[in-house]
């Protein structure tokens, strides 16, 4: 296990180069003109004024020297200085990466606390009203697109209610858990809403697959009790391929977070992208992406590291 943790971790290095590279490069072939969104309209037209800023933020230096800078400054733990703030990128996302990452968390526990109940009841109650409501749940919730429960439940909130209405402030966790966890129970639940339908229907297939099996009919004629076998014995093997799912849905929670966070007003890192890239901010787009593939890919390794955990038959040697 300690060879293969290793071996995975070394793995990450070129991985992580790679797709900096990429980003680098792509960022960079955007179209739209940096300087002249600092300068203004005065600084656009004085040649002196350009290049100032260009050597002040090393543009003036070709692609491949840039890209040189800058993975210096990240081998040194800097994610560079905003264009436009000029404060570094790492001071800003200190304060939004947790809400962000709250966020996520919280969706991804919706999700899970949806689905798995939800697929299993579907899965041994199949060809079943229950089973057709089920699926025709988890069909609704992959069509129906966050933004836009999110827009109708604002509507409705502000028109009714006074529980779904934005708050004019972000209420930090550490200031007020309460009204922190009550500012984004929402946002959670839409977007853990919108997760939840496609590890619904994984969940259940893979305990269709598995009460198919023999040992499950064997469980069944021994006289077991239905709880006993499902929780102990199918369950458990069910889980792989919905831990997979689960792990591949964390690109889709960045993605889907930068969406609520706009809706929302929620002060987080996917918000704080939209700006960046509307303000062709190279350092902060750059940054964020090369977080969010850290995150990605630690997120696989720990999908992998569960498969052993869930079931003992799988071994890392």
Same mark, same amino acid.
Do not use: C
């Given at each position: ?244 799912? +689960?792990?591949?849905?964390?690109? @889709? #929670? !960045?993605?889907?977070?930068? %969406?609520?966070?706009?809706? $929302?007003? /929620? ?21 964020? +992406?090369?977080?969010?593939?850290? @995150? #990605? !890919?630690?997120?696989?390794? %720990?999908?992998?590291?569960? $498969?052993? /955990? ?8």
């Amino acid at each position: 296990m300690q060879r293969y943790l290793m071996r995975r971790l070394l793995l990450m290095v070129p991985t992580l180069f790679g797709i900096s590279f990429v980003v680098f490069l792509m960022v960079r072939l955007v179209p739209g003109d940096v300087v002249s969104l600092i300068s203004g309209d005065y600084g656009a037209a004085d040649p002196e004024v350009k290049a100032a800023i260009l050597k002040q933020y090393s543009l003036d230096q070709n692609i491949p020297k840039q890209y040189a800078l800058w993975m210096g400054d990240i081998l040194q733990g800097d994610l560079g200085r905003s264009i436009i703030s000029n404060r570094t990128v790492i001071s800003e996302l200190k304060h939004r990466l947790p809400v962000t990452f709250e966020l996520g968390v919280l969706a991804m526990l919706v999700s899970v606390s949806i689905a798995i109940p939800v697929g299993i009841i579907s899965a041994i109650r199949q060809d079943t009203w229950t089973d057709y409501l089920g699926r025709s749940f988890a069909i609704a919730l992959i069509a129906a697109p966050g933004f836009w429960i999110a827009i109708v439940l604002i509507t409705l909130a502000s028109r009714y209610f006074t529980w779904g209405v934005p708050p004019r402030e972000y209420i930090h966790f550490t200031d007020n858990p309460v009204g922190n966890l009550k500012m984004l129970a929402m946002p959670a639940f839409i977007l853990g809403g919108a997760l939840s339908g496609s590890v619904m229907r994984y969940t259940r297939s893979a305990m269709l697959e598995v009460l198919r099996q023999d040992y499950i009919r064997t469980a069944w004629a021994k006289g077991l009790r239905e709880r006993v076998i499902i929780v102990r014995h199918a369950l458990r093997n069910a889980l792989i391929p919905v831990v997979t799912v +689960v792990g591949l849905q964390v690109p @889709v #929670v !960045v993605g889907g977070t930068v %969406i609520i966070e706009s809706v $929302y007003s /929620i002060p987080g890192m996917g918000r704080y992208y939209v700006s960046a890239i509307n303000q062709l901010d190279y350092p902060v787009i750059q940054g964020i +992406v090369l977080i969010v593939a850290l @995150v #990605v !890919v630690f997120s696989n390794l %720990i999908v992998d590291m569960t $498969y052993a /955990i869930i079931d003992p038959r799988i071994r890392y040697s």
